[in-house]
């Protein structure tokens, strides 16, 4: 037996992809050219694709399963089923030349004299590869078995390993793919375990796994071994991290979410018992399982891990991978890393947008839970407890059923290939189901909880992933709209067009459209969704006596250091993401402009909210600011600002000061930031004024002396200067922005602060419903104009008629 049939890791590498596989020739790269940077990868061995095959020579077996190969009816579930079977017992039933079994075991036990142990505990991977693909990964397809002690052990998990190239989804997933069954090898790789059923691991992607967006890290995990995060047994806690901060030095982590990690999997304690699952302690589980540290330094990683198969690739190549914190030492590993295959192929010109079309929809919303992709679809339920369903009752899974189960793993891959959408009561957005999603281009709504209890088999129902992070469960057959778009035949436009975003949850996937900037970033829409709590039943609940509030108020606060740094850290997270998403280009994020009555909804607000009898012309923006009841609350607007542009990095943030009565009000305001840390000018932090009463305009050389610019709200300025309210069905057919005294007093605006030298934009919704009111705004020479994401293209081209028509006419 010569030496072709088994490496030490580090050294094999990117080269020897064919007879290693990808996962090994990726453990051996980083080990020899990573490691010395101080990235940390657990050794091992590697047993070749070589062996693999010699393995089947000694055993009379390349035949033989060729035939059980050739005779599996793929259209058929069950033939796939009974096909892998057999083939994979071929397998298992062979056995190892003697040599081969005595190098093996050799190199095992050499890996565990290094480290100081008689039969030190690995991981045995197995490691695909395509002879005339080098870079199909066939991630997940094959076993893996954890927490391996001794040369028998080691030798029947190295067999069961060959065996598993026939999984009934590694057969059906190269049949789908178009990839020859016998040009595929497999490697093994045998690694130091570690120990992180004491710690924590996971997976972390270079990109966001759902929009392809470039610039962050996003980070999953949970505690004990790793494989509940990759099956979507537990909910796992998510962070994410800005790429372009923390290469400057800022600790820049954008989002910190906690999952549910009620179970754990750890060693077992039997010698037939490798691994076992028990219940995660209630004390560490309202804890994230990373600490701020190890999420920076993890995300390091994973940004020195890209750069450099970026480099060696001569193209971006984002990574999909594997960490572990070993709980005796608490350090971290990274432990596999593989190419990310699905957004790094896209081409961010094309962008298919899905809506739902029908008007009630939220009448008809059932179930929800995280969405996966972005795409909409409809179908029959069919429930599937097992993969015995059809055994069971005699049922077959048809094409354009919806797949609804508690949780998928890789077995489940035949079945779900076929469904028009999938939905699952556990799992997060890398677990399994999500990632064969995406992989498939099938909408998933993954973590809904009850699934398969609130939807019945047969309903007619209609998944959306279109919305947002959250994915909805529509009752019936929704009508929605599919519409393709290619970014590369819009004209380009002079006049730059930013965005209103109200959702920090969507603000990565309209990172691609051709926007330069956010116009408007509303902090209403993060308290209400993301934060739900009033601010100031933060700071005082345990005055009220109220038992129920302080509960759920503690219940939802969990994982903070307390009230304050909860409503500051995740306004700060909101505001992040959608600054990192068209960073360095500018941000305006508008304080919250909520009315009395909208505030008396968030959680704890009827005890601090009046009752007036016309909130829209109420106490709103800047007169809560500095008035002695509400100021406290603003103070922690102005600090999670502050946390945005100092801690986290983003220094693209504007803030913008909403329904500013008159010029006093706008320096009490400011008197107010400045005391809670937010200077007009100091580390370049511009201030814009919200232009939506009639006294901004009328009182505009005034104002500008102490802004930087002006963003014209159309929607308030419009009923305020026609004395009408907008939410008035019986005065609706009056409300219009194109009125000709709503114009007159926009293009005086403009000129106003042209003469000082401010910036002037509009934020309103006319831009948006209007293309010709875009070009009203236009040839009256504004600055910028922001509208809603929906809007954008229209928008692009309304401009780009008005600019050539301009051109023309000079």
Same mark, same amino acid.
């Given at each position: 037996?010569?030496?072709?049939?088994?490496?030490?890791?580090?050294?094999?590498?990117?080269?020897?992809?064919?007879?290693?596989?990808?996962?090994?020739?990726?453990?051996?790269?980083?080990?020899?050219?990573?490691?010395?940077?101080?990235?940390?990868?657990?050794?091992?061995?590697?047993?070749?694709?070589?062996?693999?095959? @010699?393995?089947?020579?000694?055993?009379?077996?390349?035949?033989?399963?060729? &035939?059980?190969?050739?005779?599996?009816?793929?259209?058929?579930?069950?033939?796939?089923?009974?096909?892998?079977?057999?083939?994979?017992?071929?397998?298992?039933?062979?056995?190892?030349?003697?040599?081969?079994?005595?190098?093996?075991?050799?190199?095992?036990?050499?890996?565990?004299?290094?480290?100081?142990?008689?039969?030190?505990?690995?991981?045995?991977?197995?490691?695909?590869?395509?002879? &005339?693909?080098?870079?199909?990964?066939?991630?997940?397809?094959?076993?893996?078995?954890?927490?391996?002690?001794?040369?028998?052990?080691?030798?029947?998990?190295?067999?069961?390993?060959?065996?598993?190239?026939?999984?009934?989804?590694?057969?059906?997933?190269?049949?789908?793919?178009?990839?020859?069954?016998?040009?595929?090898?497999?490697?093994?790789?045998?690694?130091?375990?570690?120990?992180?059923?004491?710690?924590?691991?996971?997976?972390?992607?270079?990109?966001?796994?759902?929009?392809?967006?470039?610039?962050?890290?996003?980070?999953?995990?949970?505690?004990?071994?790793?494989?509940?995060?990759?099956?979507?047994?537990?909910?796992?806690?998510?962070?994410?991290?800005?790429?372009?901060?923390?290469?400057?030095?800022?600790?820049?982590?954008?989002?910190?979410?906690?999952?549910?990690?009620?179970?754990?999997?750890?060693?077992?304690?039997?010698?037939?018992?490798?691994?076992?699952?028990?219940?995660?302690?209630?004390?560490?589980?309202?804890?994230?399982?990373?600490?701020?540290?190890?999420?920076?330094?993890?995300?390091?990683?994973?940004?020195?891990?890209?750069?450099?198969?970026?480099?060696?690739?001569?193209?971006?190549?984002?990574?999909?991978?594997?960490?572990?914190?070993?709980?005796?030492?608490?350090?971290?590993?990274?432990?596999?890393?593989?190419?990310?295959?699905?957004?790094?192929?896209?081409?961010?010109?094309?962008?298919?947008?899905?809506?739902?079309?029908?008007?009630?929809?939220?009448?008809?919303?059932?179930?929800?839970?995280?969405?996966?992709?972005?795409?909409?679809?409809?179908?029959?339920?069919?429930?599937?407890?097992?993969? &015995?369903?059809?055994?069971?009752?005699? @049922?077959?899974?048809?094409?354009?059923?919806?797949?609804?189960?508690?949780?998928?793993?890789?077995?489940?891959?035949?079945?779900?290939?076929?469904?028009?959408?999938?939905?699952?009561?556990?799992?997060?957005?890398?677990?399994?189901?999500?990632?064969?999603?995406?992989?498939?281009?099938?909408?998933?709504?993954?973590?809904?909880?009850?699934?398969?209890?609130?939807?019945?088999?047969?309903?007619?129902?209609?998944?959306?992933?279109?919305?947002?992070?959250?994915?909805?469960?529509?009752?019936?057959?929704?009508?929605?709209?599919?519409?393709?778009?290619?970014?590369?035949?819009?004209?380009?436009?002079?006049?730059?067009?930013?965005?209103?975003?109200?959702?920090?949850?969507?603000?990565?996937?309209?990172?691609?459209?051709?926007?330069?900037?956010?116009?408007?970033?509303?902090?209403?829409?993060?308290?209400?969704?993301?934060?739900?709590?009033?601010?100031?039943?933060?700071?005082?609940?345990?005055?009220?006596?109220?038992?129920?509030?302080?509960?759920?108020?503690?219940?939802?606060?969990?994982?903070?250091?307390?009230?304050?740094?909860?409503?500051?850290?995740?306004?700060?997270?909101?505001?992040?993401?959608?600054?990192?998403?068209?960073?360095?280009?500018?941000?305006?994020?508008?304080?919250?402009?909520?009315?009395?009555?909208?505030?008396?909804?968030?959680?704890?607000?009827?005890?601090?909210?009046?009752?007036?009898?016309?909130?829209?012309?109420?106490?709103?923006?800047?007169?809560?600011?500095?008035?002695?009841?509400?100021?406290?609350?603003?103070?922690?607007?102005?600090?999670?600002?502050?946390?945005?542009?100092?801690?986290?990095?983003?220094?693209?943030?504007?803030?913008?000061?909403?329904?500013?009565?008159?010029?006093?009000?706008?320096?009490?305001?400011?008197?107010?930031?400045?005391?809670?840390?937010?200077?007009?000018?100091?580390?370049?932090?511009?201030?814009?004024?919200?232009?939506?009463?009639?006294?901004?305009?009328?009182?505009?050389?005034?104002?500008?002396?102490?802004?930087?610019?002006?963003?014209?709200?159309?929607?308030?300025?419009?009923?305020?200067?026609?004395?009408?309210?907008?939410?008035?069905?019986?005065?609706?057919?009056?409300? &219009?922005?194109?009125?000709?005294?709503?114009?007159?007093?926009?293009?005086?605006?403009?000129?106003?602060?042209?003469?000082?030298?401010?910036?002037?934009?509009?934020?309103?919704?006319?831009?948006?419903?209007?293309?010709?009111?875009?070009?009203?705004?236009?040839?009256?020479?504004?600055?910028?104009?922001?509208?809603?994401?929906?809007?954008?293209?229209?928008?692009?081209?309304?401009?780009?008629?008005?600019?050539?028509?301009?051109?023309?006419?000079?």
């Amino acid at each position: 037996m010569n030496n072709t049939i088994i490496f030490p890791l580090n050294g094999v590498g990117i080269k020897d992809i064919e007879n290693v596989g990808g996962k090994n020739a990726s453990l051996g790269e980083m080990l020899q050219n990573l490691s010395p940077l101080g990235v940390d990868i657990p050794e091992g061995l590697v047993i070749t694709v070589d062996a693999y095959r @010699k393995f089947l020579h000694f055993n009379g077996l390349e035949r033989r399963v060729m &035939d059980v190969i050739n005779s599996v009816d793929f259209n058929s579930i069950e033939s796939l089923r009974r096909g892998g079977q057999q083939a994979r017992l071929l397998l298992q039933n062979g056995r190892f030349p003697k040599d081969m079994s005595e190098h093996i075991i050799d190199a095992y036990v050499d890996l565990s004299q290094k480290y100081n142990q008689y039969y030190t505990d690995v991981a045995v991977r197995s490691s695909a590869t395509a002879e &005339d693909l080098p870079d199909a990964s066939f991630a997940g397809q094959q076993e893996t078995f954890l927490n391996v002690h001794g040369p028998a052990n080691l030798m029947d998990s190295v067999r069961n390993c060959f065996a598993s190239l026939f999984t009934d989804r590694a057969i059906s997933y190269r049949q789908t793919f178009g990839y020859d069954h016998f040009n595929v090898g497999l490697s093994i790789c045998v690694q130091k375990m570690v120990r992180s059923d004491m710690g924590s691991s996971g997976v972390a992607f270079s990109l966001d796994p759902e929009s392809g967006f470039k610039e962050v890290v996003v980070i999953n995990g949970s505690y004990g071994l790793g494989e509940l995060v990759v099956q979507g047994a537990v909910s796992p806690d998510e962070f994410i991290v800005f790429k372009q901060a923390l290469r400057k030095g800022f600790a820049s982590i954008i989002e910190k979410k906690l999952g549910v990690k009620d179970k754990m999997m750890i060693y077992g304690d039997r010698t037939d018992e490798r691994v076992k699952i028990i219940s995660t302690e209630k004390g560490i589980q309202n804890r994230f399982c990373l600490s701020d540290e190890q999420v920076i330094k993890l995300s390091e990683w994973v940004m020195l891990i890209e750069e450099y198969y970026t480099k060696s690739k001569g193209h971006w190549t984002p990574m999909d991978i594997e960490w572990a914190i070993d709980g005796l030492s608490n350090r971290l590993f990274i432990v596999q890393a593989r190419p990310e295959t699905i957004h790094s192929r896209k081409n961010i010109n094309n962008i298919t947008e899905y809506r739902i079309a029908n008007k009630h929809k939220d009448a008809k919303i059932i179930l929800e839970g995280i969405a996966v992709g972005d795409k909409i679809a409809s179908g029959r339920v069919n429930i599937f407890y097992s993969l &015995d369903k059809r055994v069971i009752e005699g @049922k077959e899974f048809n094409t354009g059923d919806i797949l609804v189960t508690d949780m998928t793993d890789p077995d489940w891959e035949p079945i779900m290939k076929e469904a028009s959408a999938i939905v699952t009561n556990r799992g997060g957005r890398t677990c399994h189901a999500a990632i064969i999603a995406r992989e498939l281009g099938v909408p998933a709504i993954v973590g809904c909880g009850n699934a398969t209890d609130i939807l019945q088999e047969g309903q007619d129902i209609t998944v959306s992933c279109a919305e947002g992070e959250k994915g909805f469960v529509y009752n019936g057959k929704i009508d929605f709209i599919k519409k393709d778009y290619n970014l590369s035949d819009l004209p380009a436009v002079k006049i730059p067009v930013l965005l209103n975003v109200a959702s920090p949850s969507r603000c990565f996937q309209f990172s691609h459209l051709p926007a330069k900037g956010v116009g408007l970033a509303r902090e209403e829409f993060i308290m209400s969704n993301y934060i739900q709590i009033h601010p100031l039943a933060l700071l005082h609940h345990k005055k009220l006596n109220d038992e129920v509030l302080t509960k759920e108020i503690e219940k939802r606060i969990a994982g903070y250091v307390d009230e304050e740094d909860y409503f500051v850290k995740k306004l700060s997270f909101g505001i992040a993401k959608i600054a990192s998403s068209f960073y360095p280009n500018k941000v305006i994020v508008r304080f919250s402009d909520f009315k009395s009555n909208e505030y008396f909804n968030l959680l704890g607000g009827s005890y601090f909210e009046p009752h007036e009898e016309n909130p829209m012309i109420g106490w709103r923006g800047a007169s809560r600011y500095y008035s002695d009841s509400y100021k406290p609350a603003f103070g922690l607007e102005c600090k999670a600002v502050k946390n945005v542009r100092e801690v986290l990095g983003l220094d693209n943030v504007t803030v913008m000061i909403p329904f500013c009565r008159t010029v006093e009000e706008l320096l009490k305001v400011q008197d107010v930031m400045k005391e809670f840390g937010l200077k007009r000018k100091e580390n370049n932090l511009e201030v814009y004024l919200m232009a939506e009463i009639p006294s901004n305009i009328l009182l505009a050389d005034e104002f500008a002396k102490y802004i930087d610019g002006f963003s014209i709200g159309s929607n308030d300025l419009t009923q305020l200067a026609l004395g009408l309210d907008r939410d008035s069905a019986l005065v609706a057919h009056l409300y &219009d922005e194109r009125n000709d005294a709503v114009k007159k007093l926009i293009s005086d605006l403009i000129k106003t602060a042209k003469k000082n030298n401010v910036k002037v934009g509009i934020c309103g919704q006319g831009p948006s419903d209007f293309p010709d009111f875009a070009q009203f705004l236009v040839q009256e020479g504004i600055d910028s104009i922001s509208v809603t994401p929906d809007s954008i293209l229209k928008t692009i081209k309304a401009i780009s008629q008005i600019e050539n028509e301009q051109m023309i006419r000079v």
